[in-house]
């Protein structure tokens, strides 16, 4: 039990040297120390202690070589500290600061990475994500040749679809609100900018019902209009998806809506 208590107060004295020699080492005026030290610990992934040397030498070593260095692993620190929002306005800072860097081109990848890395799950605020596709295609305009273009152009797919999904969820939860006119404006604005959606057949579907239900709900001036659009969405569904289940499940509601046609046509 006592030989336990002296190895533990040996190792309270030794750390205690260390923060001793680290704290002087951080008020003293050796740059070359503290860069030598801030190498040190970073290459051990001592990042905290690598990021406090690097701050206190940014003003001395600025105009020599040693600043684009400490400017790059500035960034690096807090991207492995897994803080991206710091990761990328260090990697920003580098750029503009070192264009001509042979890191450079990582830098901006790495940028574009973090917001990658912040992206939220589906059902969030998609911000991050579109600040994540900004940065990934100013990357691709920039290094066309970068051997990083493939991974840039799949995480934008993979972003793109993330977003997709997220519209597609707003637009069926204004068709299940029944909120016709949000549900009708959301559904067009979406294939309007998703022309390619996996989604368009069953877009076609609920715009069916939705402009029938809407017809069935309208003021008598507006409902012949509206059954008219339902019909118009369901034959471009019969047009351009001749073998969808949906045609025959949409039998019924179309049936009664040539029906209130009809009966218009027979009022002329």
């Known amino acids: 039990m006592l030989k336990n208590r002296f190895f533990l107060l040996v190792i309270m004295c030794l750390l205690g040297c260390v923060s001793c020699k680290y704290s002087k080492l951080l008020k003293g005026t050796d740059n070359e120390a503290k ?3 801030a190498m040190d610990y970073y290459e051990k992934k001592n990042y905290d202690r690598a990021l406090q040397l690097f701050d206190v030498m940014q003003a001395y070593y600025r105009t020599k070589p040693e600043g684009e260095t400490i400017s790059y692993l ?4 807090y991207y492995n500290k897994e803080d991206y929002i710091m990761a990328s306005s260090y990697y920003k800072r580098f750029v503009n600061r070192y264009p001509f860097s042979k890191d450079a081109e990582d830098a901006l990848f790495k940028s574009a990475l973090c917001y990658y890395y912040m992206s939220p799950k589906m059902t969030l605020d998609q911000s991050d994500s579109y600040t994540a596709i900004s940065e990934f295609q100013s990357f691709v305009d920039l ?5 990083k273009v493939a991974d840039a152009n799949a995480m934008i797919d993979t972003l793109r679809t993330k ?15 029944e909120e016709y006119q949000a549900a009708i404006t959301s559904y067009e604005a979406f294939m309007r900018d998703y022309p ?9 579907n609920n715009m069916v019902i939705n402009y029938y239900r809407y017809a069935e709900n309208s003021v008598k001036s507006k409902q012949r209009e509206r059954y008219e659009l339902a019909l118009e969405k369901y034959n471009t569904l019969c047009y351009v998806y001749p ?6 499940k949409l039998v019924p509601v179309v049936d009664k809506v040539k029906e209130k046609l009809e009966k218009y046509k027979s009022k002329k």
Not at 74 to 77: I, N, R, W
Not at 196 to 204: A, D, F, P, S
Not at 243 to 248: D, L
């Open 143 to 147: 290094y066309p040749q970068s051997p």
């Open 163 to 177: 977003i997709e999904e997220k519209q597609y969820d707003i637009c069926n939860l204004y068709f299940k609100m």
């Open 74 to 77: 500035t960034a690096e620190c």
């Open 243 to 248: 073998e969808s289940p949906y045609i025959e």
């Open 35 to 37: 860069y030598k030290a």
């Open 196 to 204: 390619m959606t996996v989604h368009r057949e069953e877009i076609l």
